[in-house]
Nanobody, 127 residues
Framework: QVQLVESGGGLVQAGGSLRLSCAAS????????MGWFRQAPGNEREFVAT????????DYADSVKGRFTISRDNAKNTVYLQMNSLKPGDTAVYYC????????????????????WGQGTQVTVSS
């Protein structure tokens, strides 16, 4: 069982930045593919970013490319999401998730593949 705890959300003005963190309670964090997803009110949850277990490969939703950066520190069992140039449309609850992939290079933007989820952290961007 893997427990995930997000932090770092809050209220920020458009154009500002936030860094989300997700701490995992597992000694085998380095074998998990990690992802960030978000859900705005009235919308379905959507993919934001993913990072391979070795940290060498990443992928992003088109809506956040060039503005968000996903990274991980396997020594600290933590994955991060640096969010820059935030827009009101980025307002949502952000969730981190983990899946046990077969390859150290594996990535996934498919939320159905992720087995473990955090409780979410609210990000609100004011105009």
């Amino acid at each position: 069982q893997v427990q995930l705890v997000e932090s770092g959300g809050g209220l920020v003005q458009a154009g500002g930045s936030l860094r989300l963190s997700c701490a995992a309670s597992t000694r085998t964090f380095s074998i998990y593919v990690m992802g960030w997803f978000r859900q705005a009110p009235g919308n379905e949850r959507e993919f934001v970013a993913t990072i391979s277990s070795n940290g060498a490969s990443t992928d992003y939703a088109d809506s956040v490319k060039g503005r968000f950066t996903i990274s991980r520190d396997n020594a600290k069992n933590t994955v991060y999401l640096q969010m820059n140039s935030l827009k009101p449309g980025d307002t949502a609850v952000y969730y981190c998730a983990a899946l046990r992939g077969g390859s150290e290079w594996y990535l996934s933007g498919d939320e159905s593949e992720y087995r473990y989820w955090g409780q979410g952290t609210q990000v609100t961007v004011s105009s």
